[in-house]
Each structure stands twice: as C-alpha cells, then as structure tokens.
C-alpha cells in the first residue's frame, strides 16, 4: 500500500455533483460487500483484524477488550461499559436489544468520510 495525495470525501463531498457522489458511493458499497464476504479464521471471533482486542470508539475517546470468542461474551463487556448510575430497568432494555444470531463479517472498524479520500473522482481509503 503507499500514500497517495488527495483530499479527504468529507472536504469534497459538498462541491461533487450528484453522478459523481453516485460513483463513489456504489465503489464504496462494493469495496464494503467484498469486506464483508472474507471468512473470519475460527469462525465467530470478534476483535481485531490481527487477533487482538475489538475497539469500541463510541463513547469520549476508545477502550479495548477482547477478543470474544462469542456474540454473547461481546454484549456482555459492551453493558458493562454502562455508567455505574444507570439504573437497572435500562440496562434491563438494553440487554433486551442485544441479539446473539448475528453472522458476523469482515469489515473496517473506522470507515468514515473523515478517513476516506479523493483524487480526480476516484476513492481510496487514507493510509495513517
């Protein structure tokens, strides 16, 4: 992989007409479709690319746990990143949201237009 120069989608989104932001969003939906079809090396495994910990960027800076062998031991270090105030009936309802028959797939932990960029209408993704 090397560094090719460009900007990044998010800067020049607002000044693409339509076709071309309908360009780069099917190149995209394909680069994710293919993502997705990459078997996961033991199966269910939920973590890094490399074997390492998933990384949960939702909240005010990152934490990192596992891997997880299972959906289920993934939902439960998700709740437990709950605030120690929240009160039991709503963690109750968000344990009821989480599903354990997900199939779970390849894909990029950190896709964004912030991190996507764009030289003369064509798409990469950004090296770090």
Not at 99 to 122: A, C, P, S, Y
Request: charged residues 25%; negative net charge; glycine residues 12%.
């Amino acid at each position: 992989m090397e560094f090719v120069r460009g900007e990044t989608l998010q800067t020049v989104w607002p000044s693409l007409a339509d076709r071309e932001k309908d360009v780069i969003v099917s190149e995209l939906r394909g680069y994710i479709s293919e993502m997705r079809k990459i078997q996961i090396p033991g199966g269910t495994q939920i973590g890094s690319v490399t074997g390492g910990p998933a990384v949960d960027r939702r909240q005010l800076g990152s934490i990192s746990a596992g891997p997880f062998e299972s959906e289920a031991e993934f939902n439960r270090w998700q709740l437990a990143q709950l605030l120690p105030n929240t009160t039991e009936e709503f963690c109750d309802l968000l344990a009821g949201t989480h599903k354990e028959h997900h199939k779970n797939v390849f894909t990029h932990g950190d896709l964004g237009w912030h991190n996507t960029g764009v030289v003369h209408g064509m798409e990469f993704e950004k090296g770090r």
